[in-house]
């Protein structure tokens, strides 16, 4: 509740014309006061407030009434019912007289303030005398001079402008957050010649543009300050011609305006008016509300020159000599660490007597636990130490209250008159009381300044932050957004410790035996992203129990993600809080989330739902949109809950603009707010749900996106059991099994396709096609692991419930065929895999046509499975056909064109072509890594290919190259035990055999041999051995060889036929390295 002040303690009456005016007028107030009964004849309404150490009442002409004689019957009623009354200003917007000729350059948002000159008191009534020859006007008497004490003050405010040290932006601040109060711009200050007529109604864009006058550009944005005489009458001055006229006439005026005239004689008063219009034809309401503020911040300055006549509020026996204060409630932490940095650039800001001219406002922004209390108390103590004259002062802004009770203990302190009062303004009084000179120098620190509607909409606690050079602010906050707003857009952002510094605050209190290995130390700093309080958290537990050690602490964090925020959310003492306010870390933010979704519930919603994707890298584009059911996002609404997230350091905005990181404690305590507030399972469910909306279905043409959406697919997948949209569920689980098949994750992929088939058979039944389109996929992830026997199975299920439930001809079961025919081939079962695939590329040119992709894929299967058994003319010329036909229906980069490439220059290279071969798999290997990336499988298919076809023309140092590179990304890919990884391991042992590398080479065909018989894949079993074969003069060789023919020779002449090419040559080549050791000339194993 405003306070009430009686009409005799006002000293200092307001008048303006129009209401932007008053409001300009009221928003200077430093403080409002309630409103006065009225006197029976005084029909003004008043506003009441304060100004400095000045009681101000200020007043408005009636709506639509303007002129000298409305603003003296104001004025005259103003004086009868506030008796005590020294003096007035008349402050509000006026017409500039520009004259280039005289170096009088006023522009537009600039202030006149009136003041004797010549033979004319400040203010001449240009319209009133007798008229004479001519129409010129002979005017008869003089108008008063303002008070005495208001021409010194102007005499200090103009010698303070020359020296730069007003606080008029400062006043002009107060208007940031009224947009309508904002200076229009220099481009829009247009002077046009005084002749110049004006054309159209209330805008200048048809006016002549050759009428403008030139003016240099100034190299300011400040209102400049112009002292000198103002004209006033009782008409709008709209003519240019005729405002130079009477200028001249009048020995030259700086303003045209309508009320002054009025007051001058009956109401001692200054008049300050901010020029918005030239008093030419080309009038100008845009500028009214910038010219209002300027001339209110201008006559706010002029008030606070000027010292009252009562005493200071402050007791006279305290005045005689300041004593430093410190009013700190907390004692020295004596275990603080690190911070270095930080607080020498703050002791370079703070003290009082850095910034002479102004008081200096500092913030520091962080999360919430990173330390800026702790940071404030050891800066507090280093002030007091290092400046012993300086009084310190600490606020909590955590509520109103703990505002006004820190304020009324400073009042006390310093023994401010009426603090005791119970119907005491506490803050304006200890405001105004550190405002005061004979105070001396001091430092307040205001902490916890978290809520924006706390510190500037509802009770506007920073109205109550003094101003005065002699002191300093240093604020801390976790809103970045308040931060700026205080500082003036330069705050200090604290961020995590150091890995020196966290390891020091983590050992405070715990003994030697507790800390164990340095690594343990280092994850377990990790695990709490160096967080200062989640570290003193995690000490202060270890040293009141003493049987756990970092390690053991450690193995709490990593046990679950809900252990972590058990732990997180335990008190603990801490000497260095506020009475009644929990401390730990999961208790901390949620003042903060309550804040966001109190706030902005848009971007409470967006961290709702990033809490269940992965920590890094989000994209902008994945969040949902700014209201449901709309199509499109409103991006004002969007950017402005980014902000407030960023503003809290909830998220960090990357480099590249639309992608942010979710602090990764903040993300696990934000999914226990939210399964304490009973809304996970709605959450997850939104979350899943917009994921599937957003994720396309992945091919190479959109990789980027897919690739940039699955991190976060996954992660919120994790917490699937939560969804409760069973068919949103099972098409993102299947959109993420695809986008890791196509990069080759094919044990991910496997886990993604289980759980789809699981999900829809369980609500969709077996038989249904979505459940067989799940079967099918999951034995393709299977085949490719090399899990034949497994996928054989599941293929023909598939296949076999297809042609029940869809029929023998539908392209499902055709593609069910495709998929058996290959794993067939894979096992080496090569009749009955060519059989099926001729097959099914008879019924696909039937049922889809001969240049369908399906068809065209068949086409080259089949072509692979006569190359396999050897029928190499054959197979070329189907490759030959399949890959003209893919490039005219697909295009040259098609992916599916690309492998038919591949199987081209395979086929060439089993013939001997070698020449054509390299070629070909050169411009293949080009392609993929541009369409498909570098670490794709198909890539690494063509590198470990082109290596071979390098190897088989002896060119075996480039082809040594490629297959180790091969190997090493095959491994960080697919995984050691791949079947392609393998291939990689037999190929490099043979071109390291061929140049005589023969240890190397036997340790690396082993390898490969050990892990085909661990997974008893005797087909490739043999196909390593075929590859195995010693350098000369390794006798030693000979024995473990004859294990190796047994083992490659019986499982190939029991799959292929004793007739087939690749167990003729397996057989060849092991049985030459046991006669005599001499190297093998057998045709590589490719993919």
């Known amino acids: 509740m405003a306070k009430s002040v009686p009409a005799r303690d006002f000293t200092v009456g307001w008048v303006c014309a129009l209401p932007i005016e008053l409001a300009a007028a009221a928003e200077m107030m430093d403080e409002e006061f309630a409103d006065l009964p009225s006197q029976p004849s005084d029909t003004n309404i008043y506003s009441f407030g304060r100004i400095g150490v000045h009681n101000v009442v200020a007043a408005c002409l009636p709506a639509g009434q303007m002129g000298t004689n409305q603003a003296a019957t104001v004025a005259s009623q103003m004086r009868t019912s506030f008796p005590s009354l020294r003096f007035g200003v008349l402050v509000g917007i006026g017409g500039g007289v520009p004259d280039l000729n005289d170096d009088i350059d006023i522009r537009l948002g600039d202030v006149v303030i009136s003041q004797p000159s010549g033979q004319h008191g400040g203010v001449i009534q240009y319209d009133f005398g007798k008229t004479g020859a001519g129409g010129r006007v002979a005017r008869t008497g003089n108008l008063n001079a303002p008070p005495t004490v208001l021409l010194n003050a102007l005499a200090k405010l103009r010698s303070n ?15 940031s957050g009224q947009p309508e109060f904002a200076s229009p711009g220099p481009d829009n200050d247009i002077l046009y010649d005084a002749s110049s007529a004006h054309i159209g109604r209330a805008i200048c864009a048809k006016c ?52 002054a005239a009025g007051l001058m004689n009956n ?55 300041p004593k430093p204060h410190f009013v700190v409630p907390f004692g020295r932490n004596e275990n603080f660490v690190g911070r270095d ?55 909590p802004a955590v509520s109103t209250a703990m505002f ?14 009426d603090i005791e009062d119970e119907q005491a303004d506490v803050k304006s009084l200890v405001k105004a009381g550190l405002e005061r000179d004979d105070v001396g120098c001091w430092l307040l620190i205001v902490d916890n300044a978290d809520d924006m509607e706390l510190l500037f909409t509802g009770p506007k606690l920073t109205t109550y932050l003094p101003s005065s050079r002699n002191g300093s602010i240093l604020l801390t906050t976790r809103n970045h957004q308040a931060a700026a707003k205080f500082s003036r857009g330069h705050p200090m952002r604290l961020t995590e410790m150091g890995a020196t510094e966290a390891t020091q605050l983590l050992c ?33 537990y270890m040293a009141s129990n003493k049987n756990v050690t970092v390690s053991k602490y450690l193995g709490y964090c990593k046990a679950s993600d809900n252990k972590l925020v058990k732990l997180l959310s335990k008190d603990f003492d801490d000497q260095d809080r506020y009475e009644d306010i929990r401390n730990p870390v999961a208790t901390t933010w949620l003042i903060s989330f309550d804040h966001v979704s109190r706030d902005n519930p848009l971007a409470a919603r967006y961290l709702s739902f990033m809490c269940y994707l992965a920590e890094k890298d989000i994209p902008r584009a994945l969040l949902p949109p700014a209201e449901d059911g709309m199509d499109t996002d409103d991006e004002m609404d969007t950017n402005e809950a980014i902000s407030t997230l960023i503003a809290y350091a909830f998220i960090l905005q990357r480099d590249a603009v639309d992608r942010f990181d979710i602090h990764r404690l903040v993300r696990l305590v934000m999914r226990n707010w939210l399964r304490e507030q009973g809304k996970e399972e709605e959450q997850v469910t939104e979350t899943i749900y917009w994921l599937c909306e957003r994720f396309p ?6 990789r980027d996106v897919w690739m940039a959406y699955l991190p976060h697919t996954q992660a919120a997948l994790q917490v699937r059991d939560w969804c409760t949209d069973d068919e949103a569920l099972w098409d993102l689980l299947s959109r993420a099994g695809e986008s890791n098949n196509l990069l080759g994750r094919y044990g991910e992929a496997e886990q993604m396709y289980r759980q789809t088939l699981e999900l829809r058979k369980k609500v969709l039944g077996p038989e249904n096609p979505s459940t067989l389109a799940s079967m099918n996929n999951l034995a393709e992830a299977l085949r490719k692991q090399g899990k034949y026997d497994e996928a054989e199975q599941m293929h023909r299920q598939t296949l076999e419930l297809s042609v029940k439930v869809l029929g023998p001809e539908n392209p499902s079961t055709l593609s069910s065929m495709n998929n058996l025919a290959l794993v067939l081939e894979s096992q080496g079962k090569y009749d009955e895999a060519e059989q099926m695939h001729r097959q099914e590329l008879e019924l696909c040119k039937k049922v889809l046509g001969p240049e369908n992709p399906s068809t065209l894929s068949s086409m080259n299967n089949l072509a692979l499975v006569l190359e396999s058994q050897g029928k190499y003319d054959e197979a070329e010329q189907m490759h030959r056909q399949t890959l003209e036909l893919k490039e005219k229906v697909l295009g040259l980069e098609n992916p599916s064109t690309l492998d038919s490439m591949n199987n081209l220059a395979l086929v060439l290279e089993s013939q ?37 076809a390098l190897r088989s023309q002896g060119k075996y140092d480039e082809a040594e190259k490629m297959h180790r590179q091969a190997l090493e990304l095959r491994q960080k890919v697919l995984g050691p035990e791949n079947p392609s990884t393998l291939t990689s391991m037999n190929n490099l042992a043979r071109v390291l055999r061929y140049q005589g590398k023969h240890e190397e080479t036997e340790e690396t065909h082993r390898q490969a041999l050990e892990q085909r018989a661990k997974h008893r894949d005797m087909f490739h079993v043999g196909r390593s051995a075929s590859n195995y074969g010693p350098s000369q003069d390794h006798v030693e060789w000979k024995r473990p060889l004859s294990f190796l023919y047994t083992s490659a020779h019986n499982p190939r002449e029991k799959v292929m036929g004793s007739a087939n090419p690749l167990r003729l040559r397996t057989e060849h080549t092991l049985y030459a390295s046991l006669k005599v050791g001499t190297d093998s000339s057998s045709t590589a194993s490719v993919d």
């Not at 402008?161 to 208007?175: E, G, I, M, N």
């Not at 010219?291 to 005689?320: F, G, H, M, Q, R």
């Not at 377990?524 to 989640?534: G, Q, Y």
């Open 161 to 175: 402008d020359l020296r730069r040290k007003t606080q008029v932006l400062t006043h002009l601040s107060q208007l």
């Open 208 to 259: 002549r543009p050759e009428d403008v006058v030139d003016r240099d550009a100034r190299a300011t944005t400040k209102p400049i300050l112009f002292i000198g005489n103002i004209a006033s009458g009782n008409q709008v001055m709209k003519d240019g011609q005729t405002r130079d006229r009477y200028s001249q006439e009048l020995g030259g005026v700086l303003c045209f305006e309508m009320e």
């Open 267 to 321: 109401f001692p008063c200054i008049v300050i008016r901010g020029i918005c219009d030239y008093a030419d034809a080309h009038k100008n309401k845009r500028w009214q509300p910038y010219a209002a503020a300027t001339a209110a911040a201008y006559a706010k300055e002029l008030l606070c020159i000027i010292p009252p006549l009562v005493s200071s509020n402050l007791d006279s026996s305290e005045n005689s000599c």
């Open 341 to 395: 940095e930080t607080l020498t650039q703050l002791l370079k800001r703070i003290p009082p007597n850095i910034n002479k001219d102004a008081c200096q406002r500092t913030a520091v922004v962080g999360l919430g636990g990173i330390g800026k209390t702790q940071v404030a108390i050891e800066a507090a103590y280093r002030v007091r130490d290092a400046h012993p004259d300086c009084s310190v002062f600490w606020v």
């Open 404 to 417: 006004e009770n820190a304020y009324r203990e400073i009042g006390r302190t310093l023994h401010i008159r």
């Open 508 to 540: 405070t209190g715990l003994d030697e035996g507790q800390m164990g290995d340095k690594e343990s130390t280092k994850q377990l700093l990790n695990h709490l992203t160096s967080l200062p309080l989640a570290i003193r958290q995690a000490s202060a």
């Open 697 to 702: 279905w992945p091919n190479h043409r959109n």
């Open 912 to 948: 001997g072509k070698y020449d054509e071969a390299e070629q070909m798999h050169r411009q293949t290997l080009e392609l993929r890594e541009k369409v498909l990336g570098p670490e794709n499988p198909s890539t690494l298919t063509s590198m470990n290919n082109l290596a071979e």
